[in-house]
């Protein structure tokens, strides 16, 4: 079922512009890279209306992926359709040049030419031909600070097909909690979680959602953070942190992950081992941010090993030691390894094949001209923030970015392969998630989605992103609104 | 049923901290005037457990709405409670000393000594004794901007109690929308509604909400704004707004109501007469804010008023002249009239008796001052403004608020009679409306509610407010997160 070699077209994402209703065409979102479109207007009924697979579609009928998107987007278009019979006069013609259909997403599902899918829409006499202009447009849920329950992440999953989003980065575990029930090292969810029962992903759940979003294009990058970001994973991993001294003693306190044992290394690959089996994506996140020295210094044999590795008094090679070595740990198992700048920023002379995530404010372009000038492929979410309490109702500013604004060759520009939204979870959980998200992270979806030239006025944007909105509201997502106005049907969840 | 002299104590508001759950009874939200806390602890089962009358309590069993906060709230303490046989061990025993048990909340409930409400738990070796610092603890849900379904304003009453906030005040229409279906004059909403059929409150509906509040001690204040803010009313009110002129002809433009005619007046006293019929409270809310004058100017009509009654050029002595009669017309129905603070601002000599409510930023403790030299009540609503999209997590800023902390005599000081939330519908509807109030509104009511000095320490209330909302979660209300961690019952209404 899962591979990662052939590839697979995603026709799901693009489907769901396919939403008839009387001018709601002009609501399509995000804008496709061709769309002609006219006044002229055609009844489309239940009956009249069909998908089919083109003659030529490597993908026939049979293909679980498309044949469930067919049926899902049908009853999103028509909710009130009798099921009667049908003649075909509208069809969306469906076209999978190459590629096993039923596969796991991949990461060149949607980037060459060879692959690319072309959607007609004979609907409200509009056609259009669309691709997207990055292949990794990335969505983070942070589910260690607070806990999410199964139904926000589904419900997130469902928001981020609507808007073309493909890639689900799982920041399943963190400082604050570790609610990955591991079946290889039980005890770091049944004491590292916040409720051991209550606030955990068993197997079933990660299976679940990796299921959810497979039929819907997404494929789930899980993130293990190390060696920072752990103090949640020594409640039930026992000589994992690194003892922090005060003066001659150990302090009781805990810092990152110790670096200097072989026994971290045993226990990271066994849980990387078993990460993949569970997750079948050919990424795997290995975080490497925000790595506070401070309890390395004052621990006395990691000054020994410091100075037996002849790393001085620099403790980012340190970092770059630890890291090339779970680096080592995914690539051996076929893993590519995505990480915080922060490890591309204190890297060695020897430097890893990784996929560098920028993630730090201030010039953020500076440093993405820096990660592809050294060769690396970059993924940007320094902009896309959508978790600050700050003023961020303006999703104008999500929108205005410019992910290859900076000077660089055409070789570096292509090193870009896409960007991410971030929902940290400090003051997030399931009460406000919906809400913060959308349509906010529309707004970067667009702009990692179409092309820039023809999306590049906020004004005109405006309007479509409110129909979107609306349209949102209406299949159930927890929309927040952008201003003053009204959806014909508006959230009643309440 | 509903009256306004006899006044009646409010019980139910204070039953909400009896949350028996081991450690939880820390988590009293707002503090109590008086609490003694003892870490002893009794068993408390659903069979040993009632509440009951004083025997010299005025109201006894079948005051309607005791009866049904003690059954609502038994539910609320014991969900999962099997009906079986009861005997009294614990009891909540209710005194209310005076009053009409079941008449319409006022003013009165709850500010003066000889009202007071005595409630004796023992419960955790806990005594508590208990009065509201404010007799007007308001909040305010603006359903113009966008149309709030029943059910969220319904839940922002159940929320309302839990928290102890005594009036709701309906900021019911506005520019974008008339949603309010008079019965005297029902083109403003068929006309004026964003959707005349599904945008509207229905008799029915107000009925509804005002029985909802009634029975957990809430009044509900309508706000029906003029002379500005009034754009929506003109579409099914022909001749009630001001037709703007550009040079010597009307330019299709209108502006706020207009003054200068006797039709207007009649409008008014045919639609006030309305309020007086639907809602009972003895405050009606006339607004009176951000009049824009260049309508006003550019009318010749307009100008010849101004010069026949003497207003030389001064347009906020038309406003004076429209409010006082605005005024007059409520104070004829035996409606206390509520006002913006502009009206105060610009008041003539002749000052009528009106509550002035202080909502614009600066200073606001110095327009308090200026009221309350004047005589005049206030409600303080400036440092409440929970709608705002900026940084508005930081709930601490809406806690530190001290609405006394003027310069001013113990009268001055007796005339502010309380405050008010302000959730303005600018960037809210149903989809964000109860994480953008809870917990961060709790932070004003126990402003309102405690005793300052006992309550002055952010660090202190922190934990106690996580606590709360975790309640809130439990009890169904959408209380987004402080900062990192968990509750028991996490919210999954997604």
């Known amino acids: 079922m899962f591979q990662t070699e052939r590839r697979f077209l995603r026709l799901l994402f693009l489907l769901c512009i396919l939403h008839y209703e009387a001018g709601q065409v002009f609501g399509v979102w995000p804008m496709p890279q061709q769309i002609t479109q006219s006044t002229d207007r055609y009844l489309l009924s239940p009956q009249s209306f069909s998908f089919s697979y083109s003659k030529d579609s490597a993908a026939q009928s049979g293909c679980s992926v498309l044949d469930s998107a067919f049926k899902r ?57 669309d691709f997207p202009r990055f292949e990794f447009r990335g969505l983070l849920l942070d589910t260690s600070r607070h806990y999410l329950p199964l139904n926000a992440i589904l419900k997130t999953l469902d928001a981020m097909a609507y808007s073309k989003f493909n ?26 979680a916040f409720h051991p029962m209550t606030h955990i992903y068993t197997q079933s759940d990660v299976k679940r959602v990796i299921s959810h979003a497979r039929m819907r294009g997404i494929r789930v990058i899980p993130e293990f953070d190390t060696p920072g970001h752990t103090q949640s994973w020594g409640k039930g991993q026992p000589n ?3 003892p922090c001294y005060k003066g001659d003693v150990p302090s009781g306190t805990f810092g990152p992950v110790n670096p200097i044992l072989d026994s971290t290394y045993q226990f990271m690959s066994g849980l990387f081992k078993e990460m993949k089996s569970v997750f079948p994506d050919s990424y795997v996140h290995l975080g490497g941010d925000e790595v506070n020295f401070a309890c390395w210094k004052s621990n006395p044999n990691v000054r020994a090993f410091m100075t037996k590795m002849g790393f001085g008094h620099d403790y980012t090679k340190l970092e770059s030691y630890y890291i090339e070595n779970i ?6 198992l076929n893993k590519t390894p995505i990480v915080w700048q922060d ?13 560098v995530e920028v993630w730090k404010g201030g010039c953020y372009l500076c440093e993405v001209r820096r990660v592809t000038k050294a060769g690396l492929k970059v993924i940007l979410a320094a902009p896309f923030y959508l978790d600050l309490p700050g003023p961020t109702h303006n999703w104008a500013r999500y929108y205005n970015v410019r992910p290859l604004a900076f000077k660089g060759t055409d070789q570096q520009k292509a090193l870009v392969i896409g960007g991410e939204v971030c929902m940290w979870g400090e003051y997030v959980d399931a009460t406000n998630l919906h809400p913060r998200l959308w349509p906010r992270a ?12 023809m999306t590049s006025n906020v004004d005109q944007a405006f309007p479509r992103l409110e129909k979107f909105r609306c349209s949102l509201i209406r299949r159930g997502i927890q929309a927040e609104p952008l201003f003053v106005g009204y959806c014909k049907d508006e959230y009643r969840g309440v």
């Open 240 to 242: 994992l942190l690194t």
């Open 327 to 332: 680096v080592n740990i995914s690539s051996a």
């Open 343 to 355: 490890v591309f920023d204190y890297r060695e002379r020897h430097r890893p094949q990784y996929v």
């Open 167 to 192: 890639v689900f980065h799982w920041h399943i575990v963190d400082d604050p909690s570790f609610p990955y029930q591991s079946y290889s090292y039980p005890d770091l969810s049944s004491k590292g």
């Open 442 to 453: 529309c707004a970067a979806a667009e702009r990692l989605w179409s092309n820039e030239e």
């Open 73 to 129: 987007y049908y009853s999103l278009i028509f909710p009130d359709a009798a099921d009667g019979a049908r003649k075909t006069e509208f069809s969306i013609n469906t076209l999978v040049k190459s590629g096993e259909c039923d596969g796991y997403p991949d990461e060149g599902s949607d980037e060459s030419c060879e692959y690319l899918l072309f959607i007609f829409y004979f609907v409200n006499k509009t056609e259009i031909q």
